[in-house]
């Protein structure tokens, strides 16, 4: 059974950073893309980064360019989001999710950042 | 706002059949067959109920269907369900450098 857990969410002041971490089980997780898409409170999902498979190729969005970091250890079949500098609008429920066919097929629970003084 | 356009909320009752639509641009859904759905209920991981515009995981009811026509993706259920109660998000591929975009969500209620 495919299972995704996330962690490392939690309250954060504005500017400040904050570290994710998702534990990928249940499939062979260095053959598949990863990414972190997000949700703020009562809102859609919005994509914020992907990697590939061998962690050489790293896309993110506009709006966390320049502040977060995407990686993976394939030997701990972990997924990563350093993300720095922190805003209130960063506020939101964070998933990884795994990526076929270029579509997000399994997604964990999520970890819920909340930037505020 | 979210890049795909859905209605915020649909209803229908028992045995009923409803539409979700989908609707976005030439860069995104009308671009690429990757149009994808993903039901959601309160305070769960979005769940994959159709992908590539109409193929259903193993596992997911054949009451959900997928279409597609230019900009304007489509879920259908049908046979509502109680269950089937829940958010619905549409997901298309938009390339490589906007990757996903999503819809903004649309509440299903089943009466």
């Known amino acids: 059974e495919v299972q995704l857990v996330e962690s490392g969410g939690g309250l954060v002041q504005p500017g400040g950073s904050l570290r994710l971490s998702c534990a990928a089980s249940?499939?062979?997780?260095?053959?598949?893309?990863m990414n972190w898409v997000r949700q703020a409170p009562g809102k859609g999902l919005e994509w914020v980064s992907y990697?590939?498979?061998?962690?050489?190729?790293?896309y993110y969005a506009d709006s966390v360019k320049g502040r977060f970091t995407i990686s993976r250890d394939n030997a701990k079949n972990s997924l990563y989001l350093q993300m720095n500098s922190l805003r209130a609008e960063d506020t939101a429920v964070y998933y990884c999710?795994?990526?076929?066919?270029?579509?997000?097929?399994?997604w964990g629970q999520g970890t819920l950042v909340t930037v505020s003084s | 706002q979210s890049a795909l356009t859905q209605p915020a909320s649909v209803s229908g009752s028992p045995g009923q059949s409803i539409t979700i639509s989908c609707t976005g641009t030439?860069?995104?859904?009308?671009?690429?067959?990757?149009v994808s759905w993903y039901q959601q209920h309160p305070g769960k991981a979005p769940k994959l109920m159709i992908y590539?515009?109409?193929k259903r995981p193993s596992g997911v009811s054949n009451r959900f269907s997928g279409s597609k026509s230019g900009n304007t993706a489509s879920l259908t259920i049908s046979g509502l369900q109680a269950e089937d109660e829940a958010d619905y998000y549409c997901?298309?591929?938009?390339?490589?450098?906007?990757?996903?975009?999503f819809g903004g969500g649309t509440k299903l209620t089943v009466l």
């Open positions: 999710a795994r990526e076929e066919g270029a579509t997000p097929d399994y």
């Open positions: 249940g499939f062979t997780f260095s053959s598949y893309e």
């Open positions: 990697i590939s498979s061998s962690g050489s190729t790293i």
């Open positions: 030439s860069s995104d859904v009308g671009s690429y067959n990757l």
């Open positions: 590539e515009v109409s």
């Open positions: 997901c298309s591929y938009a390339g490589s450098s906007t990757f996903w975009v």
